[in-house]
């Protein structure tokens, strides 16, 4: 996305107290270094206008700013400065937190704004991120060689996506891009059957909490659709837990 004309819908200019601070040590997030990959992630920014807390020279202080334009084909995007801040030259750690994941890179620049728009700063993409998910309780993925199911019936069309994890708060489905259609974030399916071992049967409603798409150079086009659990009994988070301790100790002596 070339055009610089702000999107109505996006949210307006953050404040201090939007402020998200950097992974810290002793984390351990995965490296995203696909062109393609930062590209989505930034226009997703640039169309949401969610927050990007910018710490200049390895300073404590914050500046808050947002993602105005993405180009994917330079590539290259347009930081969006709040009015009145001014990023001294050098480099420059970028933390903001996507759907489902705490998103941080560094750049270095002098920073030289826009012609008479002294807040807007190109720059050029990342040679790579950092990325640290977000997840509000620990998740297992599916075992090798085992495949979880998850079937549902939304407006009379039945679905049947593969579980690839889950945890106490939710799962992680996947499936071919047709596959998907009508599951948009913050959709929910109401008595899905999660197959989630052998004999493991259950019955639950869900929440659709991040959709991205991806290419598997198997399978083509997917579609990653994670979900939380709506109204879950304690009994059946209880015998969660006890599935993911079993799963868990299972992996370990193998």
Known sequence: MNDLTP?????GPPSLSDAIEPIAP??????????????????????????????????????????????EELPHFVIELND????????AVFVALTQSAKLQFTLSSGWVSLAD?????PADFPEQCLVLERRESPRLEAPLGAYHLAAFVLEGRPYELQVYDFSVGGVGMRARK???????????????????????????????????????????????????????SAAMQDELAQLLIHLGSGRKRG
């Open 178 to 232: 047709r596959d998907t259609i009508g599951l948009y974030v913050g959709r929910k399916l109401s008595r899905v059957r999660l197959e989630l071992g052998p004999e493991k049967v259950m019955i639950a409603d869900l929440e659709i909490r991040l959709s991205r798409g991806f290419r598997s150079f198997l399978l083509g086009e997917q579609v990653q659709i994670g979900c939380r659990f709506l109204n879950l």
């Open 7 to 11: 999107n109505p819908l996006r949210k």
């Open 117 to 121: 728009q002294p807040t807007l700063l």
């Open 26 to 71: 002793g984390a351990k997030p995965h490296h995203m270094t696909d062109p393609w990959d930062i590209g989505e992630t930034l226009t997703r920014l640039a169309e949401s206008g969610d927050a990007v807390t910018i710490y200049p020279n390895d300073s404590s202080v914050a500046l808050m700013a947002r993602i105005l334009s993405v180009d």
């Open 84 to 91: 009145g801040a001014c990023l001294p030259p050098g480099a």
